[in-house]
């Protein structure tokens, strides 16, 4: 007597209150960009997930949007990226970027240990801050198998100093008599979150701007081969076989990287890049709607205080460290 294969759960009911808790997000987030869609979805799916008994049903799709909509935000994302403008930004501040990101990503994976750190806070609080907050988390926690409240304790920590980098880095960078020039590249390399470098920059100057804007453009970019270095390291320490690779390997990391050369052939148009980042930051949005959803705040408040304090001293060590490189190198800020 054969057996029917199990029937698939649905995905609708979960992914329809996603898209519905992203959408309001993205509303709010247009009110208050410094804020923004991704973490308005978070917040609001943890507090629907806590403060109200959902039904099993809700599941699957949110489920679905925390794990393979996070992954389409990130091809979208690609699409918004131009490499001549990275290039330019590379010409500029390459050496400053390059060794803000080291940094970063060394002073994580060494204060981790000190503080015991769980592996995959660390490295999501890592490339987080060393690359570009929400971003790189979103494509780093499907190869690292982050649970949802990893990725949302990471994100929450990240987005806290985006926040105090707002308010922190203008005055700081009058009160140090910074460029225009020099405070652009401080900003696209000590900020993580682009409309948090936007904002911070934008208060500088007009010049402070367009510097750090580009110069978090290269930054985006890192995601690539940091993503793939992560995969080896996963690889390794699980003594993966060809057909493990296979399943952790990042695919959708391919799709951000064809849809930035597409977009930077010119061929899908002037608007292709706006109208990309749109799709990109409303599926983060959507996705993190998912997260929250999955996200249990009693076992986010055991994860402690420790995750937060190594999210402070890695922004520390990256914020600083931009403008002791820039010193270094130029002789000026």
Not at 89 to 115: D, E, H, I, N, Y
Not at 133 to 138: K, L, N, V
Request: proline share 5%; hydrophobic share 60%.
């Amino acid at each position: 007597m054969s057996t029917s294969p199990p029937v698939p759960p649905c995905r609708a009911p979960g992914l329809l209150l996603c898209l519905v808790i992203g959408g309001a997000a993205w509303l709010l987030g247009r009110a208050w960009p410094v804020v923004g869609a991704a973490v308005f979805a978070l917040v609001i799916g943890i507090a629907a997930n806590n403060l109200f008994r959902l039904p099993a049903s809700l599941r699957p799709g949110a489920q679905f949007a925390a794990k393979k909509v996070l992954q389409y935000a990130i091809i979208a994302l690609g699409g918004s990226l131009s490499l001549a403008q990275v290039a330019e930004a590379g010409r500029q501040s390459l050496a400053v970027m390059l060794c803000t990101l080291a940094l970063g990503l060394t002073a994580a994976l060494v204060l981790g240990r000190l503080l015991r750190v769980q592996r995959n806070l660390t490295a999501l609080v890592g490339v987080g801050t060393a690359i570009c907050g929400g971003s790189a988390i979103a494509a780093v926690a499907p190869i690292l198998d982050a649970d949802d409240g990893e990725v949302a304790f990471s994100i929450s920590t990240v987005f806290l100093f985006n926040l105090a980098a707002v308010l922190i880095f203008p005055a700081a960078g009058h009160a140090l008599g910074l460029s225009q020039h020099g405070f652009g590249i401080w900003a696209g390399t000590g900020i993580n979150d682009t409309s948090s470098v936007v904002a911070a920059s934008a208060a500088y100057g007009a010049e402070a701007l367009q510097v750090a804007t580009v110069t978090k453009l290269a930054r985006t970019l890192m995601i690539v081969p940091v993503a793939f270095a992560i995969l080896l390291l996963v690889a390794r320490s699980r003594e993966a076989s060809g057909g493990h690779l296979r399943k952790v390997m990042p695919w959708f990391i391919f799709g951000f990287l064809a849809l930035a050369l597409v977009n930077s052939s010119g061929l899908l148009g002037p608007s292709f890049p706006h109208w990309a980042g749109l799709a990109g930051k409303f599926l983060i949005a959507v996705a993190l709607a998912g997260v929250g959803l999955g996200t249990d705040l009693r076992r986010l408040a055991a994860t402690g205080a420790r995750p937060i304090l190594l999210g402070l001293l890695v922004w520390a060590a990256v914020a600083l460290g931009s403008l002791a490189l820039q010193f270094g190198l130029t002789g000026q800020v």
